[in-house]
């Protein structure tokens, strides 16, 4: 545009900021670090990774990986509550192992949490994992009704 035109551009709107939410679910356990357990921005979950902890001894639960996998996916069923969401609304998961050979055990526990219509998922297998912990599932989720 040179000089001698004249811009009839409107003046852009000022669009509203989405608003950020630390989520905290009491039967959940604390987290371990300088973390929250969830955050909600807009109309998103993003669910920092259980571990699995009983949330009283803040002690690893035992029976293995897939002890620990059904704890981690209870209390991220805790925290999805506490935002106002259920585990139907997750669209994906990481699931960190410490060693793979527990893949097959963990993916029976999973089932038992996500029914149908699975949320995407990756998983790997990490070199260690906070408090010696075999599993450790995070999570985003939608919020609304499904």
């Known amino acids: 545009m040179n000089s001698s035109e004249v811009c009839t551009c409107k003046a852009k709107q000022k669009v509203p900021l989405a608003s950020k939410n630390i989520i905290y679910s009491p039967n959940a356990p604390q987290p371990v670090g300088p973390y929250s357990q969830a955050v909600v921005f807009d109309k998103t979950v993003y669910v920092s990774g259980c571990l699995g902890l009983n949330?009283?001894?803040m002690k690893l639960v035992d029976g293995g990986a897939a002890a620990e996998a059904r704890q981690a996916?209870?209390?991220l069923g805790h925290i999805l509550?506490?935002?106002g969401t259920t585990y139907a609304n997750v669209l994906k998961t990481t699931v960190f192992l410490e060693d793979i050979t527990d893949f097959a055990s963990v993916n029976e526990v999973y089932r038992e949490f996500f029914l149908k219509e699975c949320p995407a998922r990756s998983c790997y297998q990490v070199a260690k994992l906070p408090l010696g912990a075999?599993?450790?599932v995070e999570a985003i989720a939608g919020i609304g009704s499904n």
């Open 73 to 75: 996916l209870t209390s």
């Open 134 to 136: 075999k599993v450790e």
């Open 81 to 83: 509550q506490a935002a």
């Open 55 to 57: 949330k009283d001894t």
